[in-house]
């Protein structure tokens, strides 16, 4: 394929940018005093927080991100003398601190152990908040436990009647899916209760909140006069919660067996069970054990739903992939395509685990298993859960497996096995299919997004193999949207199951920062962030982030030109209004979401604008290719790199590349 508007292609491959590492860019360690300097509000907070080893490590914080304003000056005080700024990683602005400590949590907790790790977002009542919205949507909608330490104004402010300018301010946070305590206490009468002696059980509750299931952000509001104040307060011991299912309720107890025993029961003689995964399963002991076991014991289709991470094994032969999300009733046809006879969903409803669309998702007449920590998942989006198992989602599976294998006749294994191996070689045919239709494209011009994914898998599947990597360290954070698909066929394909392959939650484009957080959380791992133009133009604040934290990520930039995703969407609106394909194409194509312009900016030379103060070199490894020859070498370059490095290769879109004769020609 060729295109009229591909700008200058270099002969031969760039030879790399130089990727060092940054070590002299960090100033001398600060000086920690774990006992505070002042005496303020702010100091027992941050003592409280940093002695839980779910926040900290005694000394400092496991993750701690955010941007300051005006109040939280005591805070900040306070974490920069307690920790000498230990687990601190800046976030050059708010949007991109929350994607951070959503890839933090995503990573820390994903070894199947449960929540180890819960990271903090230090930010600005007044515009912070707002400005973190967009990334608040991945931590919601992953129902990812953050806690959010706000600074506000506080008394100052409400002496000005110009409180947050939002008269509601914890309906705000609320409205975008997260709980607050605030500090001084709204007494039930209107009036603020400015007691000290209640700051650190406001903080108990807020922390008590953010541990417990279901989880979610929380945030604990702390205004500066308060914070300021130093009412000489001794840190306070806070106890971890239980996971739900395993206290020492007998009602709660004999109501978890009773739904187990139904859902036993209901599964015991079904002939197509499906399971639909969310991310409870991920961060939750023992069940992503559970659901596969489970699986083979019942001969299941296997599908993520809102569920990014590996939360299953993706070589199992029930392993059906992810869900997708377009129309409003896709997950619905997609299920009702596999013809269930029974659906399980286990962690979250769907198709919206926060903001339901009304749909069921399972279709008319097909029972429905619902597994949550989360009460309200029972009759969530309309689900109507024929047995509904209100629990932690490991304890709940490993139960239920154990409890369909007494109920059921030996000879149903026999069948189970065999629909298994059925559904296997179904996907296994469809993969093939894909990955021969891919080999059409090797040599495109402008590059296609399946030769950088092959020779990405490639050099992976190869430094696995002579030891240089393994395969358990490397993670991957695909948010390449339309060019993603070949990205995991081929992981899929070369057996690289072992990946930590992480598809973005969306919608917000933040791949960038959430990469970092995994980086933040496995120091020592490899980690690849996919990502569109689209993607990069909302995150360059990340690159600042990396750079001056050296943080290692290896970004690929898979730049079509355009923003193929919105362009599918509104051809999808001009299918829906009746057009042709030809219109439909066209309501694609519109300028400028699908530019495909001349000008563009050159990121790997942006980036080679990060320099060494001393010498002047760049820090951040980059490489800008449009050649398909040139794909393999400046990948090689990129994982041999020790520092950040940045990718750029200019590819083609795989749904509306301009064709010669039509779409934009050169400016
Ligand atoms: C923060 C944010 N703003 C806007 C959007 C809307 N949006 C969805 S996809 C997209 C374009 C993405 O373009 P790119 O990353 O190049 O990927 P492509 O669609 O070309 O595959 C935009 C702007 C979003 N998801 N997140």
């Known amino acids: 394929m060729t295109s009229r508007v591909v700008p200058s292609k270099p002969a031969t491959p760039p030879a790399p940018r130089p990727t060092t ?6 100033p001398a360690q600060l000086e920690a005093s774990p006992g505070g300097k002042r005496g303020t509000a702010a100091e027992a907070v941050i003592r409280t927080l940093v002695q839980h080893p779910l926040f900290g490590d005694g000394t400092g914080f496991h993750f701690l991100s955010g941007n300051t304003g005006s109040n939280e000056g005591p805070i900040w005080q306070a974490i920069q003398d307690i920790t000498g700024l230990k687990g601190v990683v800046h976030g050059p602005n708010e949007f991109i601190a929350a994607c951070m400590a959503s890839g933090f949590e995503a990573m820390a907790n994903a070894a199947g152990e449960g929540v180890r790790k819960i990271p903090i977002l230090a930010l600005h009542a007044q515009i912070g908040v707002k400005y973190a919205a967009a990334g608040f949507d991945f931590l919601t909608r992953q129902r990812q436990p953050c806690l959010l330490l706000v600074g506000d104004a506080g008394r100052l402010a409400r002496q000005y009647g110009g409180h947050n300018s939002v008269p509601d301010y914890p309906g705000l946070l609320g409205a975008l899916g997260i709980k607050s305590v605030h500090f001084p206490v709204d007494d039930e ?111 299941a289709r296997v599908v993520g739903c809102y569920a990014p991470g590996t939360l299953f094994d993706r070589g199992h032969e029930s392993w059906c992939g992810n869900l997708s999300f377009g129309d409003a009733n896709d ?33 008319e007449g097909v029972p ?18 024929s047995v509904f198992v209100w629990a932690n989602v490991g304890i709940a599976l490993t139960d239920l497996v154990e409890q369909v294998k007494q109920r059921r006749a030996p000879a149903r294994q026999t069948v189970a096995s065999a629909r298994l191996k059925q559904i296997a070689q179904e996907n296994r045919a469809s993969l093939e299919a894909r990955v021969a239709g891919y080999v059409n494209h090797m040599d495109d011009i402008p590059i296609h997004p399946s030769r950088i994914a092959r020779e990405l898998a490639t050099a992976l599947k190869t430094r696995a193999e002579d030891g240089r990597l393994r395969l358990e360290d490397v993670a991957i954070f695909d948010e390449a949207l339309t060019s993603s698909a070949p990205f995991l066929d081929y992981v899929e394909h070369l057996g690289l199951g072992a990946i930590f392959y992480y598809g973005t939650p969306g919608p917000t484009l933040g791949a960038f920062g959430a990469s970092l957080g995994f980086q933040a959380a ?49 051809a999808r609106d001009a299918r829906l209004r009746g057009e042709s394909q ?8 519109v300028v400028p979401l699908h530019s495909q312009g001349l000008i563009h900016q050159n990121r790997a030379l942006q980036v080679g604008g990060f320099v060494r103060r001393a010498a002047g070199e760049p820090v951040f490894g980059s490489a800008y290719i449009e050649q398909p020859e040139q794909v393999g070498p400046a990948i090689n370059a990129m994982l041999d790199s020790t520092g950040p490095f940045l990718l750029q290769v200019i590819a083609q879109g795989t749904h509306f590349q301009p064709k010669p004769g039509r779409g934009r020609g050169p400016l």
């Open 21 to 26: 590492r940054n070590t002299d860019v960090k």
């Open 189 to 299: 009468d209107g009036a603020w209760s400015r007691d000290p002696g209640r700051l650190l059980p406001a903080l108990k509750a807020a922390m008590a909140a953010v541990m417990s299931e279901p989880y979610a952000p929380v945030a604990f509001i702390l205004d500066e006069d308060m914070a300021n104040s130093r009412p000489r307060l001794t840190p306070a011991v806070v106890a971890s919660p239980p996971l739900r299912g395993s206290g020492d309720d007998d009602e709660a107890g004999s109501r978890l067996e009773d739904g187990i025993a139904r859902a036993a029961t209901l599964l015991a003689d079904k002939e197509r069970p499906m399971l639909v995964l969310n991310q409870e399963v991920g961060r939750s002991p023992g069940a992503r054990a559970a659901a596969e076991e489970l699986a083979t014991v019942i001969g």
């Open 331 to 363: 997950v619905e046809k997609q299920i009702a395509g596999c013809k269930p006879d029974v659906v399980v969903v286990v962690g979250g409803p769907f198709p919206n685990n926060v903001w339901p669309n009304g749909r069921a998702g399972v279709p």
């Open 368 to 385: 429905a298993i619902v597994i949550s920590p989360d009460p309200s998942d029972e009759t969530r989006v309309n689900l109507k859960a």
């Open 522 to 570: 496995n120091p020592g791992g490899l980690v690849i962030s996919l990502l569109g133009d689209g993607g990069a133009d909302f995150n360059d604040g990340a690159f600042i982030a990396a750079a001056r934290e050296n943080l290692p990520v290896k970004h690929l930039l898979i730049d079509n030109g355009g923003y193929e995703l919105v362009s599918l969407n509104f």
């Open 582 to 589: 030809e219109q439909q194409f066209e309501a694609g194509c």
